[in-house]
């Protein structure tokens, strides 16, 4: 009776072939499971996008909230997902937010705060105004933040509405607009 390990075991080969097939197998499962991607889509269309609903979201913030909120109407091809609740300046806030056509993010913020903590919270205490905007018939305020962030506030004297996004300003004023 042989004792010894099967030939094919014998030298450091057998760790290589291992390696290498459990690399395949492991390749194997992420094509077939659909989790992995090349990027080749671009934009918002590749479905990835998890799904979220922003007019139950925005329902219930309106019942749980002090101030009345607005549900925009969301553009052509946006998707929507995501959405939280926070503190902004000691008030609360609910935020909503988009992945557009192209793929950016938007994202609409309402609250009672102040437009100070407002700023603060979108942009960073370095946030500079960079002028102002018409837009669906109020006055929107132009902000530069952190990151290339650029947001717009509105006061509309019972909420302030923040959207901001690192997309194109077309994306922020279809949503002001939407407001």
């Given at each position: 009776m042989a004792t010894g390990k099967p030939r094919i075991l014998q030298d450091g080969r057998d760790m290589i072939w291992t390696v290498l097939a459990l690399l395949a197998l492991c390749v194997f499962v992420l094509f077939a499971s659909g989790n992995w991607t090349f990027g080749f889509k671009a934009g918002s269309g590749d479905d990835k996008v998890p799904a979220f609903d922003v007019s139950a979201a925005l329902a219930a913030d309106a019942r749980s909230m002090p101030f009345p909120i607005r549900r925009p109407a969301t553009p052509d091809g946006w998707k929507p997902n995501s959405g939280s609740t926070q503190t902004v300046?000691?008030?609360v806030s609910s935020n909503v937010g988009w992945v557009t056509k192209k793929g950016s993010y938007v994202q609409l913020t309402q609250t009672d705060a102040p437009e100070e903590e407002l700023v603060?919270?979108?942009g960073?205490?370095?946030?500079?105004g960079a002028g102002k905007r018409e837009a669906g018939g109020h006055s929107w305020v132009v902000y530069d933040g952190e990151n290339?962030?650029?947001f717009w506030i509105a006061d509309l004297g019972d909420v302030r509405i923040g959207v901001r996004s690192k997309g194109s300003e077309a994306?922020?004023?279809q949503i002001a607009k939407a407001v």
């Open positions: 300046g000691g008030q603060a919270t979108l960073g205490y370095d946030a500079m290339k962030n650029r994306d922020i004023e």
